[in-house]
């Protein structure tokens, strides 16, 4: 390309395009993904989906829609045995804890009573300081305040929660039939993606949104499987009876960014050295090397550089996202950039050939 390639007005009508291409695809997100996640989500499970159903097509004469149906359905019903199965589990665990409360806060008010006294030695102070101080600070909070703001918080939240999981099933419903429909027709997606004026833009986000789909989220969802088989494992070892429970909630904390298993599982190594369990500090100090390596291993041989984005910039694309879009901007985030990415290479290209 010769020297005058990027002169001062395209460099300009580059960075203001970008702007407006990044505002509104926030726009189009924080405003719009609240009333169409479902079809989302419906559209990504009827591709993820396409090869099996095309498969047991051709045995049904072609008869795609009822291949659909039966595809979705089956992986419908194991989606949920699993979730119903982890469930139960956690349900179980949850109850048995809930019966055993007294018990379970007895037991720990004498293991905390027992770490206190040896923080007091450790700190040259006299026999029983830390706990009573404790016990002064527990009952500022049960005396005071504490109560009536969490029943003012329950008050406050209750309702919004409960909405908010009426829609969730209705969205979820929704998805279903949504990824059935889908499923059948995109042969028809895909013939408009080929003819519509549009279809340089839409070529190029549908290819970082398909990398995106195929490596990144891919590769995530196995490792927090293999992380809560892992951690379940160990905390059964450890002789925890709510080892699924917290397993399961471990590997979703794992999933999120930034917090990683060293946020549950440092924390409660320590807490087992205090109390004298050095078998469980140890197995627990293990667990966290093991997940670690497990999701480094992970994102190293399976992503690779193929997903053409550094560490450094998906840790900041999931941070912005989290700030703009709340909790889902773990997912939303990097959605966001490879669109935003996709349409500013393409309009880069145009300006280079100057065809605009």
């Not at 969205?171 to 042969?187: D, M, N, Q, S």
């Not at 080892?243 to 909630?249: C, F, K, Q, R």
């Not at 960014?257 to 060293?262: A, K, S, V």
């Not at 667990?287 to 497990?294: A, C, G, K, N």
Request: aromatic share 12%; with cysteine; hydrophobic share 55%.
């Amino acid at each position: 390309m010769g020297e005058n390639v990027w002169d001062f007005r395209k460099r300009l009508t580059l960075l203001l395009a970008s702007a407006v291409i990044i505002a509104v695809v926030f726009f189009i997100f924080k405003v719009l993904f609240y009333y169409v996640w479902p079809f989302l989500l419906a559209f990504c499970f009827a591709v993820l989906l396409q090869k099996p159903i095309v498969g047991l097509a051709k045995l049904l004469r072609e008869k795609k829609t009822l291949a659909a149906s039966i595809v979705v359905t089956m992986v419908t019903l194991i989606i949920l045995s699993v979730l119903l199965y982890v469930g139960y589990m956690a349900f179980r665990e949850l109850k048995d804890f809930i019966a055993n409360f007294d018990e379970n806060i007895n037991s720990l008010d004498g293991q905390f009573k027992l770490v206190c006294c040896r923080i007091d030695g450790w700190i040259k102070l006299k026999e029983g300081c830390s706990y009573a101080f404790f016990e002064k600070c527990k009952g500022i909070i049960i005396d005071g305040d504490g109560q009536q703001m969490f029943f003012t918080i329950m008050r406050k939240h209750s309702v919004p929660v409960i909405t908010w999981c009426v829609m969730a099933v209705a969205g979820l419903v929704v998805c279903f039939i949504g990824t059935i429909y889908a499923a059948a027709g995109i042969e028809k997606y895909r013939s408009w993606r080929e003819n519509t004026i549009f279809k340089d833009e839409v070529g190029a986000v549908h290819v970082g949104l398909r990398n995106l789909i195929n490596v990144y989220f891919r590769v995530q969802l196995i490792i927090m499987s293999i992380n809560i088989v892992v951690c379940s494992t160990a905390f059964l070892m450890i002789g925890n009876p709510y080892a699924i429970l917290l397993g399961v909630l471990t590997g979703i904390i794992d999933a999120l960014p930034i917090f990683g298993t060293g946020t549950v599982l440092i924390p409660w190594a320590v807490g087992s050295l205090l109390f004298g369990h050095v078998k469980n500090a140890v197995i627990l100090v293990v667990l966290y090397i093991v997940t670690y390596f497990v999701r480094e291993i992970m994102e190293s041989k399976c992503m690779g550089d193929r997903m053409g984005i550094a560490p450094f910039t998906m840790l900041a694309v999931i941070y912005i996202g989290i700030l703009v879009y709340g909790v889902v901007g773990f997912i939303l985030g990097p959605i966001s950039y490879c669109i935003i990415k996709a349409l500013v290479l393409y309009l880069k290209s145009i300006l280079e050939h100057d065809k605009l």
